[in-house]
């Protein structure tokens, strides 16, 4: 059933994006529900992190509408787009190995509040995801799952509207991942929308109200997570490929 506007967080509309010969996303329209967990899946290089970066500005469409309330981003510049509201993380995650957790926390460039409240938010936000004690750890000390909550955490600084995680799971181990899970749930319950990209099926089929599949570059399924399960075409995807 079609959503109403005030219900669209994101409304992307006919996004292409191609590189040379290789059409990573080929006409791909997804209206991403306001306030709620969705996911974004599909196979290998179906596009989805193209797309994100298409959605963040890192990499500029070639065509289509990303439209955030009633704004068209497409093209726009990331730290414009993240001024508006928007923040991610990264497939492969990006903090400074060198820095502290803390000096991680207050790397993030443009915000516009003053610098007390900017440490003060940091510390708000170490504490959410349970990072305080490793303050003055270097990011490189941290383990994997630990650098990915802090990349999580730095990318609250903003206090943004929509966050759009790439593989958040990805290399996690369980115990980490409960309480990244725990986190992105408590995101949701104060009214912030979310994406998730991610392999990890009990992620995306326990957690996200709403799955958007891709593959080849187009939009193939969208759904609950039981209609997404019982989808002919989205199971011809991941396993059907020779
Ligand atoms: N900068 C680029 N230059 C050329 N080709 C690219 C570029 N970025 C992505 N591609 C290609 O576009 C397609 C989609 O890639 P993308 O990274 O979006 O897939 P994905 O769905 O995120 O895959 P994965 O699940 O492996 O992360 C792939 O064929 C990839 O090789
Ligand atoms: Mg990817």
Redo the contacts with the bound molecule.
């Keep these: 059933m079609a959503l109403h506007k005030d219900e669209i967080a994101l409304d992307v509309q006919d996004l292409h994006k191609h590189?040379g010969g290789?059409k990573?996303v080929d006409g791909c329209s997804l209206q991403f529900p306001k306030g709620k967990i969705s996911g974004l899946i599909?196979p290998?290089?179906?596009?989805?992190?193209?797309?994100f970066n298409l959605l963040t500005g890192v990499t500029a469409p070639d065509s289509g509408k990303i439209l955030y309330n009633g704004e068209n981003l497409a093209g726009l510049k990331p730290y414009k787009i993240f001024r508006k509201g928007i923040t991610r993380t990264f497939?492969i995650t990006r903090i400074y190995r060198e820095m502290t957790t803390f000096e991680n926390m207050l790397s993030v460039a443009g915000l516009s509040i003053p610098e007390r409240e900017v440490r003060q938010r940091a510390e708000e936000l170490m504490d959410f995801v349970n990072l305080t004690g490793l303050r003055d750890e270097y990011g490189g000390n941290l383990s994997y799952g630990q650098q990915k909550l802090l990349e999580f955490s730095r990318a609250l600084m903003t206090d943004p509207d929509l966050i759009l995680l790439d593989e958040p799971a990805a290399g996690v181990n369980r115990t980490l991942l409960v309480e990244l899970l725990k986190h992105i749930h408590e995101l949701q319950e104060q009214g912030k929308t979310i994406i998730i990209?991610e392999?990890d099926m009990n992620v995306i089929m326990n957690h996200c109200e709403k799955i958007f599949v891709?593959d080849y570059g187009v939009k193939i399924a969208e759904g609950l997570p039981e209609e997404i399960q019982a989808n002919k075409q989205v199971i011809e995807a991941y396993f059907g490929h020779t």
Excluded: D, E
């Excluded at 290998?44 to 797309?51: I, Y």
């Design positions: 590189f290789i990573a599909g290998n290089g179906s596009g989805k992190t193209t797309t497939q990209v392999h891709m």
